[in-house]
């Protein structure tokens, strides 16, 4: 926080050079980000985002480290499998819970999975007509939200992944749909959203794939054209799930993107150690994409005086 002098009054003799330590606010504004789950194969339902935790304000003890964990996106699946869920993130007394993988259609005739609980649920797999509907993945209370359910008598390819700022869409055709938008944050000085949720894909000509949430989310597959996509690493987005070619050419699924952690105090001195540090105007921030420690130094929590 610096050195500030205080100028000595007319008449009085004191020692000079005498430094005073006072106690200041040992707090911090957090971002936790999960890592977001993987995307449905056969027609399968996007990934849910990482969960998504932010605050400010938590008191931090002075010559104290703190465990970094970052959550690695949930991995695609591959042939006829659901969506792996994402791993989670931690900071403190803060778990954000990974994304939910995406469900999938076994085959013709059969009803698709339930996309899977996490931070955002992942979506349904897709149904045909013949076979009962299927819903999205369940969100943790804070973190996020559901993943997308058919509804509707129709054929249908997989539902959207949940995001942190909105649910994944509901399907009822076969066209793909979009995964749920993110939430923004500015500590870093800089607007960014996190923690989209993965479209889903196409199932069969003409039909195009959905779109991932903003903040990260994977697109789903378009038919006969391009694959699906990941979601993008440090943002916690759900990945893209795959759909259904013609005639009967599955595509997998996409990985989930790897989480973030972020750390940030007032003043424009560094008092922490770890991460990667940067010196928006105000603040100092931490940012984690990796495993490692926040430690405060022994003068996290003090201001020097100096008296002349």
Do not use: E, W
């Not at 957090?30 to 849910?48: E, F, P, R």
């Not at 480290?65 to 659901?82: C, E, H, L, R």
């Not at 085959?107 to 045909?128: F, V």
């Not at 949940?162 to 500590?187: H, K, L």
């Amino acid at each position: 926080m610096g050195i500030r002098r205080l100028g000595r009054p007319a008449g009085y003799n004191y020692p000079t050079g005498l430094n005073v330590a006072i106690a200041a606010n040992t707090v911090v504004d957090y971002l936790v980000v999960a890592g977001g789950g993987g995307g449905g194969a056969l027609n399968g339902g996007g990934g849910g985002a990482g969960g998504f935790l932010t605050g400010s304000n938590h008191p931090v003890t002075v010559s104290t480290p703190y465990s970094i964990t970052v959550g690695g996106g949930g991995p695609k699946a591959i042939g006829a499998n659901d969506g792996t869920n994402g791993s989670n993130s931690s900071f403190s007394s803060f778990t954000s819970i990974g994304g939910g993988g995406g469900g999938y259609q076994p085959g013709p005739a059969i009803a698709g999975t339930n996309g899977k609980n996490g931070g955002s649920g992942g979506g349904c797999g897709g149904s045909d007509v013949s076979a009962p509907r299927r819903s999205g993945g369940t969100a943790t209370p804070g973190q996020g939200n559901n993943g997308g359910s058919s509804t509707g008598p129709g054929t249908t390819t997989g539902g959207g992944g949940g995001g942190a700022g909105a649910v994944g869409s509901d399907v009822s055709t076969p066209a793909g749909v979009n995964g749920g938008s993110g939430s923004a944050s500015s500590i870093t000085g800089t607007p960014a959203t996190y923690a989209g949720g993965g479209g889903s894909g196409g199932r069969d000509a003409p039909n195009g794939g959905g779109s991932g949430g903003i903040g990260g989310g994977g697109n789903g597959s378009v038919d006969g054209i391009s694959l699906s996509t990941d979601g993008t690493p440090n943002t916690g987005g759900g990945g893209g799930s795959g759909g259904r070619g013609t005639p009967s050419a599955y595509f997998d699924g996409a990985n989930g993107g790897k989480g973030i952690v972020i750390i940030r105090y007032a003043g424009a001195t560094q008092r922490a150690t770890g991460g990667t540090v940067s010196t928006p105007s105000g603040y100092v921030v931490h940012t984690f994409t990796g495993d490692g420690t926040f430690a405060t130094n022994s003068d996290f929590g003090s201001i020097t005086y100096s008296i002349n």
